[in-house]
């Protein structure tokens, strides 16, 4: 069994390509488990329904400490149990996305507060593997106007996407053995075939 995270901005193809590798691993004959962030586990259904509402934008220092409860009970509720169990886990966002939307370029430095939430709520349970997929602002705001799956996220609107994009680059940076950026202006099977790559060596 591993575990592997999904990254990457807005309408980068995140859900396109969680989707895709857990069907190629079922293929392989793996169990696996999909989840997603902020809203994996029940707690996180509760706050993913605070984070997007629209009247109040909330604070980054908010938003990071509420993403984190959600992620506390995620970890305990649905990561380990599924990793203890031997099965593949699959996660559309994880904490990268907290880095690259709450920390990185904020005018408050909240990197000492992610790092300490981070070891009591993510403890060893961190990815094997992260997929960062690196789509250009532009490219992703016109895939979004695409999206078909009923996704809404009124917060994103206020988002700056060139900011988080640079973001993710350098969480990747920081931890380059398991992060892997993944060029995502590709067709959907290229960028398939090029996260399985990064993938093989796990299985
Ligand atoms: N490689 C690709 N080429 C062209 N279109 C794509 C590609 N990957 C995904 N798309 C389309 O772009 C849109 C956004 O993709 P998707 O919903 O997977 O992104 P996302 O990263 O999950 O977004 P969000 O963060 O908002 O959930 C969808 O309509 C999807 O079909
Ligand atoms: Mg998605």
Not at 41 to 47: A, F, M, S, T
Not at 53 to 76: C, F, K, P, S
Not at 86 to 106: C, E, I, P
């Amino acid at each position: 069994m591993a575990f592997v995270s999904i990254d990457g901005i807005d309408g980068s193809g995140k859900s396109v390509q969680v989707k895709r590798l857990v069907e190629r691993l079922r293929e392989e004959g793996k169990n696996v488990v999909q989840t997603k962030e902020p809203d994996g586990g029940r707690l996180g259904r509760e706050i993913r329904a605070l984070l997007t509402r629209t009247d109040r934008q909330l604070e980054r220092v908010e938003e990071l400490l509420l993403i984190n409860a959600a992620r506390y009970d995620h970890v305990r509720s649905v990561i380990r149990p599924a990793l203890a169990a031997q099965n593949w886990v699959v996660s559309d966002r994880y904490f990268d996305s907290t880095y690259a939307l709450q920390v990185f370029g904020g005018a408050d430095d909240l990197l000492p507060l992610f790092d300490a939430v981070m070891r009591s709520v993510v403890g060893d349970s961190r990815p094997d593997a992260t997929i960062i997929l690196d789509l250009s602002a532009d490219k992703a705001a016109e895939r979004r106007k695409i999206r078909k799956d009923g996704h809404s996220d009124p917060a994103e609107a206020m988002r700056d996407f060139v900011q988080i994009a640079a973001g993710f680059r350098s969480a990747a940076a920081q931890d380059p053995r398991r992060c892997h950026i993944v060029n995502a202006d590709r067709t959907e099977e290229e960028v398939h075939a090029d996260i399985w790559s990064r993938i093989t060596p796990l299985l």
